[in-house]
Structure formats: structure tokens, C-alpha cells
């Protein structure tokens, strides 16, 4: 059944559809796939380029709770090289986004952790092979 999939998307709720926009397409630079407004619900859909798994931030009219599960949620990237997970971190530092420490230790030297305008995580990670091969992020 799964091996006809056509793509995922993971689908959270905000109180700051604006804000999450700037964060996750404009500072992130993701792809606006689409966009919906429908019954109370309006929708932004963001993803990679060329890839099958998005991400789905939905405000809504109703009430719902928006409030971030825990500080080991988190969206995770992989990126290949060091360099380029350096850039990220530079480019949302220039946005006043200051690394977080991560819950799990796991992360601390492959990867920088950050929070959304929410406060979710959104961690960035060099490629693991990378890793296993000896780099490190300092």
C-alpha cells in the first residue's frame, strides 16, 4: 500500500500564519507550494524544491491549541556539508535567531538547533554519512 505513495505532508497548527510565512519561506528560503482558506481554515504549504514531503502551517478561526509539545519535537534538515549548515546558522543569526541547546545530546555536535516564531524546533543537520566519516559540527 505505502509503495504507491505520492507524497507527505506534515500538517501543525499556528496563531502566526504570518510570522511562521517570514520564518519558514522567506529566512528559510522553502518553497510556497500552495496556500488555502476554507470553513475557518487558512493554510500555507511549504516544502523543498522538487521534493515529496511538505510541511503544512494551518491557522484557523476556531479555537485550537498551538502551544509548541515539547523541546523534542523538532523538524529536522539534513544538509551536506558543514559549511553549509555554518551558512544557516549565520543567515538566521543575521535574523536575530540564536541557536537553541538541544534536549538530546544526540544533536550537539551534528547539528544547530533554532525555534520558530512558536517556539518548535527546526534543527539543521550535516549529512550523517559525513559524520560517521569524522565531521563535526564546534
Known sequence: MLESWNYMRLARPTNKLEEMRTFYEKV??????GEFNHNGYHGLLIGLPDQ???LELLQSDHDFNTVAPNDDHLLVFYLHTIEQVEAVRTKLKGHGVEPVEPVNPYWKDKAYTFEDPEGWRVVFC????KYK???RIL
Open 28 to 33: 528559510l528560503g522553502l518553497e510556497k507550494i
Open 133 to 135: 566519516q569524522g565531521e
Open 126 to 129: 550535516i549529512d550523517i554519512n
Open 52 to 54: 515529496k514531503v511538505h
